[in-house]
């Protein structure tokens, strides 16, 4: 009796955590987005700096386009807020519009041109914090909202 | 002297053979996403294999048997059968994860997909466990798995805050993400206490012929170069707290764990994880597949040893070519090596109970073990871990499988 209440709680346990909604992907679309700018940014310092080889730089910058790429439209398929879309859209525009900018940078070697790349990728950050805290919140309180 | 440097070869190839893609990859997660907050899963993780592998050796040494052998002979086959099936699942595509891992490494290198790799280093794999003897496999690739030290240089360099180091001991509860914290701490376990390890382990005993005369032996090597493996991995995780996760960077591409080193070694520190990353591999790969063959020859009582010709023992080096094979195929899909180690390792840590509960039927016996049996202090440790990871596997799985 008592092993088979054990059981019938850890299998209410496993389906209470399996409802996964449209909250819990933007929130994991916005986080990978986050860290991908960070990420882009890190490869465009270390390039400037010498500290990796370019074209390891440069293979990173094209996985990462394809990785902002689908997190932007699965948000963009989510029934989401329009601002918490609308802002991931136009961030992701934003750093894929760096991505399509630093690629022919490093691949000509050219250091210089990787210097605003990286001073706007930096910009994006606390957009992009702000949209997390946005996508949190709207996971927090979908109903509300 | 005979003693003393088996006794060292034993802890270099205990600290050399210990830090596999499981390792690299469940660390470098947990110290990005967490900074040092998830070091308490290594710490438990790794006293449960510090008692698992001495246990394993110890059986070894005492009964002269391998653990298939043991069951089988006491306990039964029944009991057997779904801690065997389990077992070859878990090594198969653990097999798919160092495999995958290797390609990942040229793919670093070369810049060719991963997936196009895959045969190749099969095929390299495969060639060495034909033509190499045990003693040849096990101290080149742990002699060569030294150079994941870097990772504990890396970490030394970076001066972390001892404070808050010592915090990260203590299981504390996340600020975000419960699920994915919880999974990556099922997931670190998992990769410390591979059933592979184990069951390798006490083959290996018995091929270098170990009798009770190496209890003392094993302890040593058990506890010293278990522990010193697991300073590899919290090296791994220091560095990844220290450097990625201070620039908001989640490790979930071989790619982004790769900018950790560089920040500590530049330039060369891209090239040295990409080689700590093959090698570590390299020699897990052969060591899983061993296991395999081991586990299925001593499961259904065929003749086998490494240090035999293949012609000699033919079922043996069946078992292991067909496991490639099929690794192989599994990283030929494309599927991301990432993402299989993480969800293995989740899975070796979840498959606890059901493989090593037999182990620990046989060990608790005195008609088996006389004097050796178990004492009471393994036993428990052994169990609070294999349940909590259980359960933890069995509430964080599913809302991570479902929301990515």
């Given amino acids: ?145 | 002297m005979k003693k003393a440097l088996q006794l060292a070869l034993g802890i270099l190839t205990a600290i050399g053979g210990f830090f596999d893609i499981g390792n690299l990859v469940t660390a470098t997660q947990a110290g990005a996403s967490y900074r040092f907050q998830l070091l308490w899963a290594l710490a438990a993780g790794t006293v449960v294999v510090i008692f698992l592998v001495e246990m394993s050796g110890r059986f070894a040494a005492v009964t002269r048997k391998s653990i298939p052998e043991g069951v089988r002979e006491h306990l039964g086959v029944r009991i057997w059968i779904v801690p065997f099936l389990v077992l070859i699942l878990l090594h198969i595509l653990t097999i798919a994860a160092e495999i995958g891992g290797i390609a990942l490494a040229l793919q670093l290198v070369t810049g060719i997909s991963f997936f196009v790799w895959a045969l190749p280093v099969g095929v390299l794999i495969w060639l060495f466990l034909w033509r190499a003897t045990f003693n040849a496999i096990e101290y080149s690739t742990a002699s060569l798995g030294l150079v994941t030290l870097c990772f504990v240089v890396a970490a030394v360099t970076l001066h972390p805050p001892r404070g808050e180091l010592l915090a990260g001991l203590l299981p504390s509860l996340p600020r975000q993400d419960p699920a994915k914290y919880w999974f990556l701490a099922v997931s670190i376990i998992g990769a410390l206490i591979a059933p592979y390890l184990f069951y390798f382990y006490s083959s290996g005993a018995i091929e270098d012929e170990w009798d009770r005369t190496y209890l003392g032996v094993n302890r040593v090597v058990a506890v010293v170069g278990m522990t010193f493996g697991a300073v590899i991995s919290a090296g791994l995780l220091i560095v990844a707290g220290v450097i990625l996760h201070a620039r908001g960077i989640d490790v979930s591409s071989i790619e982004q764990a790769a900018i950790a080193l560089p920040a500590v070694f530049p330039f060369w520190g891209y090239t040295l994880f990409a080689v700590s990353l093959g090698i570590a591999c390299l020699g897990a790969a052969l060591e899983v597949s061993l296991s395999l063959a081991y586990t299925t020859s001593q499961t259904f009582g065929w003749k086998w040893g490494e240090n035999l010709e293949p012609a000699k023992d033919a079922r043996f080096a069946l078992v292991y070519t067909a496991g490639i094979l099929v690794a192989c195929l599994i990283v030929s899909l494309g599927i991301d090596p990432v993402k299989i180690t993480v969800y293995t390792m989740a899975l070796n840590a979840a498959a606890l109970p059901v493989v090593a509960l037999p182990f620990m039927l046989l060990m608790n016996d005195g008609a088996i073990m006389g004097e050796h049996r178990n004492g009471i202090i393994s036993n428990i440790a052994t169990a609070l871990i294999a349940i909590l990871a259980l359960v933890l596997f069995a509430v964080s799985f599913p809302l991570l499988v479902l929301g990515s």
């Fill in chain 1, 1 to 145: 009796m008592t092993s088979s209440r054990a059981c019938a709680t850890l299998a209410l346990a496993f389906l209470g955590t399996a409802c996964v909604g449209p909250e819990q992907r933007a929130i994991e679309a916005v986080s990978d987005l986050a860290s991908l700018r960070a990420t882009l940014d890190e490869v465009c310092a270390d390039a400037i700096a010498n500290r990796v080889p370019a074209r390891f730089a440069e293979r990173t910058l094209e996985k990462g386009r394809s990785r902002i790429e689908r997190d932007r439209s699965t948000v963009a398929g989510l029934a989401v807020p329009a601002d918490l879309r609308e802002g991931t859209d136009s961030l992701a525009a934003a750093i894929l519009n760096d991505i399509a900018n630093a690629i022919p940078a490093l691949r000509a070697r050219d250091s210089a041109a990787l210097v605003p790349i990286r001073i706007r990728l930096a910009a994006l950050r606390e957009p992009l914090e702000a949209l997390e805290t946005r996508a949190r919140s709207f996971a927090a309180q979908p109903a509300q909202q």
